[in-house]
């Protein structure tokens, strides 16, 4: 438009498809005037009409606009109530629809048809806070393990952690308290394990030195969990001390002492821990769990120093800067 307008201003005339323009464009005045059959003053009276019309054409056009986008709201609003009235009416479709809503509030994907009963059964027990018996949970993490999610096991975990604290807090037994720990954690919780260790460290104070090991051990992991790691160090060893045969206390100190920097302490101590009957898979979990939880730069440190004392032991750990966060 500003370069017809240009062309006419300097009394040259207008090309073919600039012609074709201004009649698509329905700027007819301005057409006559570049042709030369209508006046300037001609022009400013019927460009003015052309303005006029123009404008009440385009009120029109939105307010045709604003009745389409009101009828196509009333008719999905229509359409969605007649879906879930046909819904109500069909429980089968009601049925599929609140499994399909359930596997999506846990992130639930693709179940076969051959797991499909029981991972539903699963789902729902845990949906509505009810415990899942061992066997059953078992059962979903070796047969169906691709539809146990992070959020699946963070609902289990929570059940079993409020199930166990009842639990101790009715009967004072100590384990109830320590496994409660353990799942508190798991449950991406581990203030509440901090505050059960703590009531039943005190409570404990002279009982067996396994339960008060295994107590100090649960509450460090939370402790770490939290980056309170001098603390947590404090514990494991106050936990080794104690039953210097278990190696639990040793995985604790080998995780804290590579998160504090004092990697050749935190190679000992997994050593410590395998010596003692630790699987290498679950040190090696361990291991990754830590890397994952420190810095790239610290990553990287790690996983040199490590592979520098025992290159066969630790060959996984080859490019661990980027397996540790995929981990």
């Known amino acids: 438009m500003h370069g017809i307008l240009v062309r006419m201003n300097d009394g040259e005339a207008l090309t073919e498809v600039s012609l074709a323009w201004l009649q698509k464009a329905g700027l007819a005045a301005l057409y006559d005037l570049a042709m030369g059959t209508i006046s300037p003053e001609e022009f400013r ?54 499994a399909r809503d359930l596997r999506r509030k846990f992130g639930v994907g693709y179940v076969e048809p051959e797991h499909y009963p029981r991972v539903m059964t699963f789902i729902k027990r845990l949906d ?100 309170r790691f001098v603390e947590a160090k404090d514990l494991g060893l106050q936990a080794h001390n104690l039953t210097p045969g278990d190696y639990r206390p040793c995985t604790l100190l080998g995780a804290v002492s590579l998160q504090l920097g004092d990697l050749t302490s935190g190679h000992a101590w997994y050593c410590k821990a395998e010596a003692r009957g630790a699987e290498r898979f679950s040190v090696d979990q361990d291991i990754r769990a830590v890397l994952a939880r420190v810095s790239k730069e610290e990553r990287m440190r790690i996983s040199a120093f490590l592979f520098s004392q025992d290159p066969e032991r630790f060959k996984w750990l080859r490019g661990a800067g980027t397996e540790a966060q995929r981990s």
């Open 128 to 227: 509505s806070g009810k415990r899942i018996s061992p066997e059953e949970f078992a059962w979903v993490s070796s047969r169906a393990e691709y539809c146990l999610t992070g959020e699946l096991q963070t609902a289990y975990h929570r059940i079993e952690a409020e199930a166990l604290t009842l639990d101790w807090n009715e009967t004072g037994d100590a384990w109830a308290a320590i496994n409660a720990s353990a799942h508190w954690r798991k449950a991406n919780e581990p203030q509440q394990a901090v505050a059960i260790t703590a009531t039943a460290s005190a409570h404990a104070r002279k009982g067996l030195p396994k339960i008060r090991s295994a107590l100090m051990t649960t509450r460090g992991g939370a402790l770490r969990d939290l980056k």
């Open 45 to 98: 009276t019927r460009s003015a009409g052309e303005r006029s019309r123009r404008k009440i054409t385009a009120k029109a056009d939105a307010e045709r606009e604003r009745t389409l986008l009101a009828e196509r709201a009333a008719y999905l609003e229509a359409a969605s109530k007649a879906n879930f009235e046909k819904m109500e009416s069909d429980p089968g479709l009601r049925r599929r629809q609140e």
